[in-house]
């Protein structure tokens, strides 16, 4: 288990940025990037140096940063649960029907976490989808382009793998990945000649991968498409998964802190006439007022909550975020607020297609007799196969795999999380680049830091209903690099609706240590810092990014003053 020192972090906003500079004898290098986070009780450090706060932040640096419990952890005498939730986090679930890792499937996104956070990060940039590959870290995004909508007989978050008799959702060895070369507006080239290179990825899931029928909602009813219709609606998109550290910390962050912040922004976009500038899903521009909150009336009361993760902001608070709502869903581990299978969204295609299939009849008493051997549930055991499969694919009084002590343990792990303290911060390249963020716009949406609140905990599927459920980070100024607010950037084969939420930047420079994936941008479509920044530059007949002149701006720095931007970027 994990053997931690403890201290504080800064926060920053997130957009971008990672990589390395090209050799060049004629310019002056930044002072190479190291690890050594230092003694803050023998030098004076500057106040960023604490990512999370003198609650949140470690000075661990080596291949487990990212996986050290934060102070609060251990002020409140919860190391042994913090213990406990990372193992149950680092293991793979199995078809057993006990021990603490039964109840994987009947279908699956993958088998455990560290397949898509590795060394507790990002994922990995992959050329082919595989569900049981270590470090990808990639849903898969289908939706209808007519309406933007995910398409109704998948999962959100498309299934690929299954236990037998049942067969994956998706035919995974079907899906095809293309990496493209981009070239920009500057012809990948900077003002000084030096030139860079882009690449992003192309999708291809053929009509033939689909279990079940392929159905979209259109003006109110479920269409099934042709494979023509198929072809000519429906688009793939990848988006990877994030870090998980410093998630408790954000969760800290008040409700109205991120309202003012999205209403300061909406304020500077109505003055300078750019009226669509936040999402209009999320935000109303006119009366600079929510359109959309975060709420669970299935398990919850319906309280409304600011959103505030994901890229598509679909999460509010963290105990119902997307950590609690994936240990449930990639797996399919059932719990005692989720009795029920994780099938395609409209609940119902899946259920009746592998009711009708032959192979499913034939192998699933045998299933069933191990899943359910006392036949607790009678209805799965009527003899009407296509009857039984329907029921118990689609029932909602599963038997509990998870227990409420190890999903609790799980979220003060989750919680607990600590963020690596920032690098280099007494060197000059830090200080110069630190400058040159904010000089050249960086900062305007990758705002450096916060001020955590009271911190009372707010679970909307009220599963955790005290303070001392969980650790906590009452009055911490933070450093993510985040203004929380989703902004557009229109790439190529951009993210679907094209709103994304600005994403963390703090302790990304270690990933190439811990095992994470070292590439940027939803996609990991950035091998490094820089591509990530002039991703930032796009401009198109889709529009003008958000980062446009941030990147402009960039472009017109010295390699030096480029480098040493990067090298800060790293460093936080």
Request: with cysteine.
């Amino acid at each position: 288990m994990n053997k931690l020192q403890l201290f504080g972090i800064a926060l920053i906003p997130a957009f971008i940025f990672v990589g390395c500079a090209d050799e060049d004898a004629a310019v002056s290098e930044p002072t190479p990037l190291t690890w050594d986070i230092g003694d803050p009780t023998e030098t004076d450090y500057p106040e960023d140096y604490y990512a999370g706060g003198l609650l949140g932040t470690t000075s661990e640096n080596s291949s487990t940063a990212f996986k050290q419990p934060s102070k609060a952890v251990v002020n409140a005498d919860m190391m042994s649960a913090f213990n406990e939730g990372e193992y149950l986090f680092e293991k793979d679930y199995n078809t057993n029907t006990e021990g603490a890792f039964h109840g994987l499937g009947p279908v699956y996104v993958r088998r455990g976490c560290l397949y898509c956070h590795p060394g507790y990060g990002h994922g990995a940039r992959q050329v082919d989808y595989k569900a049981d590959t270590r470090r990808n870290g990639y849903l898969l995004v289908i939706y209808d382009k007519t309406t933007n909508a995910y398409i109704r007989s998948v999962a959100g978050m498309p299934q690929t793998g299954a236990v037998k008799p049942f067969k994956a959702p998706i035919d995974e060895s079907q899906i095809k990945i293309a990496w493209n070369n981009y070239t920009d507006e500057w012809n990948n080239q900077y003002p000084d000649g030096e030139s860079y290179s882009l690449i992003y990825p192309e999708v291809t899931i053929p009509y033939s991968a689909y279990y079940a029928p392929v159905v979209v909602a259109r003006g109110g009813n479920d269409v099934t498409l042709s494979e023509t219709e198929y072809d000519n609606n429906i688009d793939v998109r990848l988006e990877s998964t994030i870090g998980i550290y410093g998630t408790g910390l954000t969760d800290a962050i008040p409700d109205e802190d991120i309202t003012a912040q999205w209403k300061s922004e909406s304020d500077y976009f109505n003055r300078i006439g750019k009226t669509d500038a936040l999402n209009p899903a999320m935000w109303d521009q006119t009366t600079g007022t929510w359109k959309s909150y975060y709420s669970n009336s299935l398990q919850g009361d319906g309280t409304k909550y600011v959103r505030r993760y994901t890229y598509a902001m679909s999460r509010g608070p963290i105990l119902d975020a997307a950590g609690a709502n994936a240990i449930w869903n990639i797996t399919n581990v059932t719990r005692s607020d989720r009795r029920y299978h994780y099938l395609d969204l409209a609940g119902t295609y899946y259920a009746t297609k592998s009711s009708q299939d032959p192979e499913v009849q034939a192998g699933f008493t045998d299933y069933i007799n191990r899943i359910d051997p006392s036949k607790a549930h009678p209805e799965w055991h009527t003899g009407n196969l296509e009857q039984d499969i329907y029921t118990y694919l689609t029932s909602k009084q599963l038997d509990p795999e998870m227990t409420d002590a190890q999903y609790k343990n799980l979220m003060i792990w989750h919680r607990g999380l600590a963020v690596p303290a920032a690098r280099n911060t007494t060197t000059e390249d830090f200080k110069k680049g630190k400058e040159l963020f904010t000089q050249i716009g960086c900062a305007a949406c990758h705002r450096p830091s916060w001020q955590t609140g009271d911190d009372h905990i707010q679970d909307p599927a009220k599963f955790f209903t005290s303070d001392s459920d969980m650790p906590r980070y009452p009055h911490q100024k933070i450093w993510p690099y985040t203004d929380f607010v989703q902004h557009r950037l229109f790439m190529k084969n951009d993210i679907r609706t094209g709103w994304c939420r600005t994403t963390p930047l703090w302790g990304r420079g270690l990933a190439g240590k811990t095992g994470s994936g070292t590439e940027r941008l939803h996609d990991c479509r950035a091998r490094n810092v820089e591509e990530a920044i002039m991703w930032h530059g796009c401009k198109n007949e889709g529009g003008t990014s958000d980062a446009y002149n941030a990147v402009v701006k960039f472009r017109d720095l010295t390699k030096e003053e480029r480098n040493q931007l990067i090298y800060f970027v790293e460093s936080i």
